[in-house]
């Protein structure tokens, strides 16, 4: 798999992406603002120039850092890629990119996101928290995000 930093150029295709991988998906204007704002935000596309679709991309994630800690805002997997490890081996390679000084890593998951949450222990994250009624749900309720965090 090819590892990269998304440019702007890349935009649409992550909220396409995104919109096959998530309830509420980000829109192509919020991955430019959050580029625009200093994120970095990684992707995964096949291998192969020649199995690749125009603009292909597998797997992203979009991280903020702030000093000694990196949030991560958003993860999407394409849903044929997932369970197959591809988003811990992006999730590792982001993790190999920070500088030395980042020595922790926040995220927020939804409550009822069980394959999210067992890829996140499975790298080393524990629970630290709990935001109650934080994620919107498609019938109009909300559910939970917990907290999580790695220290590296």
């Known amino acids: 798999m090819h590892f990269e930093r998304a440019g702007e150029k890349d935009c649409d295709n992550l909220a396409a992406l995104a919109r096959s991988a998530h309830s509420h998906p980000w829109s ?45 805002l958003d993860v999407a997997v394409a849903p044929g890629c997932r369970n197959l490890g591809v988003g811990a081996r992006l999730l590792q390679h982001i993790f190999a990119q920070f500088p030395e000084h980042v020595a922790r890593v926040l995220l927020e ?44």
């Open 28 to 72: 192509s204007i919020q991955y430019h603002d959050s580029l625009r704002a200093g994120h970095h935000c990684w992707i995964l596309r096949p291998p192969e120039p020649s199995v690749q679709k125009h603009g292909q991309i597998l797997a992203c994630c979009v991280v903020s850092r702030l000093f000694d800690e990196a949030e991560i």
């Open 109 to 152: 998951v939804r409550a009822s996101n069980r394959p999210a949450r067992a890829l996140y222990h499975k790298l080393g994250f524990t629970e630290d928290g709990r935001r109650k009624n934080y994620y919107p749900k498609p019938d109009g309720s909300r559910e939970d995000a917990l907290l999580m965090s790695l220290v590296l």
